[in-house]
Nanobody, 115 residues
Framework: QVRLVESGGGLVQAGGSLRLSCRAS????????MKWFRQSPGKEREGVAD???????NYTDSVKGRFTISRDYPRTTVYLQMNNLTPEDTAVYYCNTYYYGRNFWGQGTQVTVSS
C-alpha cells in the first residue's frame, strides 16, 4: 500500500524559509518520480517541483531560484526547501507520485506566509 506523509508546514513571515518533508512507503523509491503540488483557496492545484529517479529536477517558474527539491534514498523521503517565501506561496502543499498507473497523494501540509 502506497503511503505519502508530509510534514514541515507552518506559519512564517515573508522572506522566511521552511522545509517540507514527504516520507514515502509502499513504493520502489529508487524508480519513483516524486512531485510537490500546492493548492490555494479558490485556485486549481498546481505542480511546484518534481524530481526523477536520476535526480533531475523541474520547477514551476514562480519558484525557480527559491525552492529546491531533493530526495534521500535511504530515508525514502523527498524534501522541498523553500526560501524567500512570499504571501503568494501560501497554500496547502501535497506530495505526489504516479506509480503503476495511479496517482497517490499525501494528506497535505499547510504553509502560510504572512506579509
Amino acid at each position: 500500500q502506497v503511503r505519502l506523509v508530509e510534514s514541515g508546514g507552518g506559519l512564517v513571515q515573508a522572506g522566511g524559509s521552511l522545509r517540507l518533508s514527504c516520507r514515502a512507503s509502499g513504493v520502489n523509491f529508487k524508480i519513483a518520480t516524486m512531485k510537490w503540488f500546492r493548492q490555494s483557496p479558490g485556485k486549481e492545484r498546481e505542480g511546484v517541483a518534481d524530481i526523477r529517479s536520476d535526480g533531475s529536477t523541474n520547477y514551476t517558474d514562480s519558484v525557480k531560484g527559491r525552492f529546491t527539491i531533493s530526495r534521500d534514498y535511504p530515508r525514502t523521503t523527498v524534501y522541498l526547501q523553500m526560501n524567500n517565501l512570499t504571501p503568494e506561496d501560501t497554500a496547502v502543499y501535497y506530495c505526489n507520485t504516479y506509480y503503476y498507473g495511479r496517482n497517490f497523494w499525501g494528506q497535505g501540509t499547510q504553509v502560510t506566509v504572512s506579509s
